[in-house]
Nanobody, 118 residues
């Protein structure tokens, strides 16, 4: 069964850190660009970070630049999102996907909840 499972979310205080994981099963992540997305309450899902498949180059939306880092470990078939200096506005459900734009993507998983609050 082809599946992506997100994990690593939780409740963290402002300024804290979390590392999210996206584990693939049933297929290899190698050869796919991978994206992290998030959806805050009452808002549309937005792309957060992307990592290319051919050279691991990365891209981020402006609000997370310098704070978030996307990486991949093909041997573990996993993609990560390290989030530092978290802010309340980072509160959202975070999802991963085998593409960097969400248009037409249908295989969304359950996501992992990140709550930044004191």
């Amino acid at each position: 069964q082809v599946q992506l499972v997100e994990s690593g979310g939780g409740l963290v205080q402002p300024g804290g850190s979390l590392r999210l994981s996206c584990a693939a099963s049933g297929f290899s992540l190698d050869g796919y660009a991978m994206g992290w997305f998030r959806q805050a309450p009452g808002k549309e899902r937005e792309g957060v970070a992307c990592i290319a498949y051919y050279d691991d180059s990365t891209a981020y939306i402006d609000p997370v630049k310098g704070r978030f880092t996307i990486s991949r470990d093909n041997a573990k078939n996993t993609v990560y999102l390290l989030m530092n200096s978290l802010k309340s506005e980072d509160t959202a459900v975070y999802f991963c996907a085998t593409q960097c734009i969400q248009n037409g993507y249908k295989n969304w998983g359950q996501g992992t909840q990140v709550t930044v609050s004191s």
